[in-house]
């Protein structure tokens, strides 16, 4: 302390002018130091607060990463909408196809028969067993294209 803060005669310590003109600015002086000095201390406290400031900023983090999740879930949701979307296209093109071969296998049946030949039965089943493979196949393909959609 210096020599004016200990002889009382209303200097600050640190030598600015400005001390209480009377007992009631003296008290409002220090309730207002006290009020400061309480706001420093919880700051101070605040900062050495590790524990607490971890928590916050773990459930900050815990926050963002369940948005992130849903955010996630509704991209992979719109994927495999477009996946199954595809799939299904293609599922279309091969019943197509498997249904024009089936025809033109009828179709060389029909004129097989009328071609005289003995067993035309036999070139209707042969058409149709190459659909039914032609079949099996695009679905293993899509298969493999598409592993885990069923």
């Known amino acids: 302390m210096t020599d004016e803060a200990r002889s009382g005669d209303g ?26 000095l309480g706001d420093t201390v919880e700051e101070l406290a605040g900062k050495m607060d ?6 916050a900023r773990a459930a900050d983090l815990r926050d963002k990463a369940g948005a992130m999740a849903v ?13 199954q979307g595809k799939a299904a296209q293609s599922g279309h093109a091969v019943q ?15 004129r097989a028969e009328g071609a005289g030949l003995r067993h035309p039965g036999s070139v209707l089943f042969a058409g149709a067993a190459a659909g039914a493979v032609g079949g099996v196949v695009a679905l293993e393909v899509l298969r493999r294209r598409y592993p885990g959609r069923r």
């Open 71 to 83: 955010q996630l879930r509704s991209t992979v949701a719109q994927a495999g909408h477009a996946v």
């Open 11 to 36: 200097a600050r310590p640190d030598g600015a002018a400005g001390g209480a003109k009377g007992p009631d600015e003296l008290r409002q002086q220090i309730e207002q130091t006290r009020s400061q």
């Open 50 to 55: 590790v524990k607490g400031r971890a928590q």
């Open 96 to 110: 197509d196809k498997a249904a024009q071969t089936g025809h033109a296998v009828q179709d060389k049946a029909a």
